[in-house]
């Protein structure tokens, strides 16, 4: 993919000073540009056998069920002209139910759920569709500023065909109060832009009495990029 076809007011800057890690992690130098070519140069494929059977569900790996709101979440993902991207690598991580996660710098006090590690990874299928069961993630309280809390959300990172193709965005819930302080998702430049981080509640895609359903698409290019780098 090719930066030049993402309006500049779709993704956050890489600085956002209210989004206080930007302070430090931002650029100082001038960036340096990459040759137009080497968006095209292929990396090596992911072997088929890197995603396993059940990787893409996230509930089945423990001795018993993940606590929490079980959800099915779908998605396609799509170039500018709405043509499907195929075989992609797409990763998801994220917190338990109670917002904490498995992972050895979350020091937050919600307790770890030892039947939920929160890492899941397939690819799109021939229509660039993906599929996830998961627990809907907990928020959780961080340190950017006094009282902060991180809005629900799922982080992505999909993977093209060429090393600089990785791409990591977040996803959100519908309705979440916390959107309105988040920094991170402030950070967006545009309004309609960071609406498109939200899923829909997507009843037909659950399974009746077991789990609620989300849809998730994103776009890689164009107009109606989703936002990415956050
Ligand atoms: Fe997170």
């Keep these: ?118 890492i899941g990874r397939t690819f799109t299928d021939s229509q660039g569709m993906y599929r996830f069961v998961t627990i809907k993630p907990g928020s959780y309280p961080w340190q950017n500023h006094p009282f902060a809390w991180r809005p629900q959300h799922i982080h992505f990172s999909l993977l093209g065909n060429a090393p600089v193709q990785r791409l990591i965005t977040q996803m959100y819930f519908p309705g979440d109060p916390l959107l309105a302080i988040d920094p991170v998702y402030q950070s967006i430049p545009d309004a309609k832009a960071r609406e498109r981080l939200i899923c829909s509640q997507h009843l037909e895609t659950g399974i009746e009495m077991i789990a609620l359903g989300y849809q998730f698409d994103i776009v890689l290019a164009g107009a109606k990029s989703t936002p990415m780098g956050i």
């Design 1 to 118: 993919m090719n930066d030049m076809t993402r309006p500049g007011d779709i993704d956050p800057p890489y600085l956002y000073p209210d989004y206080r890690s930007t302070r430090l992690r931002s650029p100082k130098e001038a960036l340096v540009a990459l040759p137009e070519r080497s968006f095209d140069i292929p990396g090596p494929l992911v072997p088929r056998g890197f995603v396993k059977n059940g990787d893409n569900d996230l509930t089945v790996h423990g001795r018993s069920a993940p606590l929490g709101e079980k959800m099915i979440l779908v998605g396609r993902v799509t170039d500018e002209d709405g043509k499907p991207v195929r075989d992609s690598l797409v990763e998801i991580w994220q917190a338990n139910a109670s917002g904490r996660y498995h992972h050895p710098g979350d020091n937050h006090e919600a307790p770890l759920d030892p039947n939920f590690h929160g």
